[in-house]
Each structure stands twice: as structure tokens, then as C-alpha cells.
């Protein structure tokens, strides 16, 4: 039996709408995507597959907003992913290519933001490797731009994309704004297909990055006794450093909430 047929099966006697289903089951396994209570969007998700994934991981007091070019069914009582303790899925129909469809998106997470972006999108495959590698490359980048409009800090991204020479180049613009990325390729994937999966985990909204210089104020100490200072409001903690001091700083390490950074020099009027 190939792998096609397993997971076909499967998806048929545990009543997915797609073998898709079982790729976005592996990614959450490996990265931890999914928790009870997360706002998600999922972008290019008819049948639904993953909708009724997200909306079983997330359970009733979260949100999954799927967006596809294509009509994605309403879900029925006895479908998983509808019914007691899954969330609740509201759909936008539109080409995420749009800008309409793109505010559509916005609206219907809301003000709060989300938790997790997911991209299943594809473009319809013509044969032609390269043409078809740049298309995904394209539906890949509005996929990163939503989620850089909708996540909360620390949210994370999970990017379908085929495999090609502009890969490297994607994968940097979204290693800038998250703390790291990984390729992962579920075993659900069929064996010949060139798909992976760029996951992206904790989204950054810092205003600086890793290697930055800065003069900052210390302003309070830390538990562990490392200098406070605030950079338009993100805590930075500047080890060897005191209250009063203020010094140019090289960031070291940042995460989605604060970062680490050492002293470069005192400033003269410290
Ligand atoms: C592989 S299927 C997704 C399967 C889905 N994850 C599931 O579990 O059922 C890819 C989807 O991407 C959608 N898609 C491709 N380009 C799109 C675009 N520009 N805007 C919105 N959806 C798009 C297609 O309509 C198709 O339904």
C-alpha cells in the first residue's frame, strides 16, 4: 500500500475531509503549533482538513478563521471538528493574493490578534518545476506578511512551500522576525513531492535584533542583579550593568518578550 492510500484511508474512517489533515497533526507534534485557547488562521484551507484539526486542538475557547479562494463546506454536526469542546471556525472567502482579502483576514481575527498562522496554500501545479516553485515562493510571502499584520508576540508561522533556489531567501526574511525557523517535512507529505513546511516559532516585535548596538538607561535591577533598561518599551536586561549607568549596549539575545545584552562602553556623562 503506498502512503497515499494509508493516509486516504485513514482520513475516510476518522472522518477528515483530507489527508492534509495528518501533515498539519505531525507539524503540531514536532513544533507544538497548537493550545487550548488559541486564535488561529488558517490560509488555504479547503477542504478543511486542517480546520477541524486546529479546531480540536484548540478546543471551545479557541477561534480558527480559515481563508480559501475556494468554498470551504460548512461543517455538520458528526464532522470532527464540529460539536462539543472543538472550536468554533468561521471561514473568509477570498484570494489571499488581495489586499481585500488580506483586511478580510484582519477584521475576522479581530483586535486581539492571533496565536498561530498556518499556510496549506498550492498553486495549481503546470509541471514546469521552476514556475511552479516561484508561485508557491509567492503564496508562501503572503503568508509570512499576514502573519507579520495578525500574530501576537510569540505567535508562531507554519508556510507550506516547494522546495527551489529562492527557498534560502524566504526562510532569511522570515528568520528576521521570529526567534528561529525549521524545515520540517511530515511523514504524510507524499515521498515524491517537493513540499515542506518552514516553521517559524515566536514571532518578534522587539524594536531591536540580535548584533544591534544601542545607549540605553538602566533604570532598575533584575532579579539575578543584571541592569533593566527599556528600548521604546521592550526590556532589554544589560548584564554587569547598574541603575544610573548609561551605556552603549550590543544586543545578544532577543525573545519575543524581553532580551539579553552586554555593555559595550560607558557613556562620558554616566
Ligand atoms: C493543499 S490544499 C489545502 C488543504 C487543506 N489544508 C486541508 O487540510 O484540507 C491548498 C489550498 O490552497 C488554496 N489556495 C491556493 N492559492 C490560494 C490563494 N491565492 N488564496 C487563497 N487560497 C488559495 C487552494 O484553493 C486549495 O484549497
Redesign the pocket.
Known amino acids: 500500500m503506498t502512503g497515499k492510500d494509508e493516509y486516504y484511508n485513514r482520513a475516510k474512517q476518522e472522518g477528515?475531509?483530507?489527508r492534509?489533515?495528518y501533515?498539519?497533526q505531525q507539524l503540531d507534534e514536532e513544533c507544538g503549533l497548537l493550545s487550548q485557547g488559541d486564535i488561529v488562521v488558517?490560509?488555504?484551507?479547503?477542504?478543511?482538513?486542517?480546520?477541524?484539526?486546529a479546531a480540536q486542538r484548540v478546543g471551545a475557547s479557541g477561534k480558527v478563521v480559515g481563508?480559501?479562494?475556494?468554498n470551504v463546506r460548512n461543517f455538520s454536526e458528526d464532522e470532527a471538528g464540529s460539536g462539543d469542546g472543538a472550536a468554533h471556525v468561521e471561514t473568509v472567502r477570498?484570494?489571499?493574493?488581495?489586499a481585500d482579502?488580506r483586511e478580510r483576514v484582519g477584521e475576522t481575527v479581530g483586535e486581539g490578534g492571533a496565536d498561530v498562522v498556518?499556510s496549506?496554500?498550492?498553486?495549481?501545479v503546470s509541471g514546469e518545476y521552476d514556475l511552479d516553485h516561484a508561485r508557491s515562493v509567492h503564496?508562501a510571502r503572503?503568508a509570512f506578511q499576514t502573519a507579520t499584520t495578525v500574530l501576537e508576540a510569540g505567535g508562531d508561522l507554519a508556510v507550506?512551500v516547494f522546495d527551489g533556489r529562492d527557498l534560502d531567501d524566504l526562510r532569511e526574511g522570515i528568520e528576521a522576525e521570529f526567534e528561529y525557523v525549521r524545515e520540517v517535512r511530515p511523514p504524510a507529505s507524499r515521498d515524491s513531492s517537493s513540499e515542506l513546511y518552514l516553521v517559524a516559532k515566536n514571532y518578534l516585535t522587539a524594536p531591536v535584533r540580535a548584533g544591534d548596538e544601542v545607549v540605553v538607561e538602566v533604570t532598575d535591577e533584575g532579579a539575578e542583579g543584571d541592569g533593566i533598561a527599556r528600548v521604546e518599551g521592550f526590556t532589554l536586561f544589560v548584564s554587569g550593568a547598574r541603575v544610573g549607568d548609561r551605556v552603549r549596549v550590543r544586543v545578544e539575545e532577543v525573545k519575543p518578550r524581553f532580551g539579553f545584552a552586554g555593555v559595550v562602553e560607558h557613556e562620558p556623562d554616566s
Do not use: F
Request: no cysteine.
Open positions: 477528515y475531509r483530507s492534509a489533515a501533515k498539519l488558517d490560509l488555504g484551507a479547503a477542504p478543511g482538513g486542517w480546520l477541524q484539526v481563508v480559501d479562494r475556494q477570498g484570494d489571499m493574493t488581495e482579502t498556518l496549506d496554500m498550492a498553486p495549481n503564496l503572503q507550506k
